[in-house]
């Protein structure tokens, strides 16, 4: 049983060794921060959070989906392709009253979502912070 369970986690640890993961960086200071804006492993990519700000919130989620597009678009992948989103917002309530524009920027293929209200972002001007797991 030992070498049994002693198999299972070699194969594993070898199904995540950093062999199979590729790390995009995207713009030049993140490797200042010390993150990559997106992680692919096997067939599912990791969008670091994308932030945005505006004049007003309804301004501001628009912003963080249009940057979203656009690195989807670089990775070859499609909205319809996305498994999971968390979005962070300073305003909770006003996150909610964009759910009809988020809505129609899913379409009919909607992701497991998680929101959750913080207190700021890693910029006072940012409203929102949205992270994905996109499928291949």
Known sequence: MKFFASCL???????????NIERHQINSWEADIGYSQIVKHGNLFYFSGVT?????????LPMCYQALDELLKKMNLSRDKIIQETIYARNIENLKKQIP????WY????PAATWVQVDR???ESHRFEIELIVSE
């Open 9 to 19: 986690i070699c194969i594993f640890l070898s199904a995540c060794s950093s062999k």
């Open 52 to 60: 945005c700000g505006g004049a007003t919130d309804a301004d501001a």
């Open 101 to 104: 524009m988020r809505k129609q």
């Open 107 to 110: 379409g009919e293929h909607f």
């Open 121 to 123: 972002l890693y910029d």
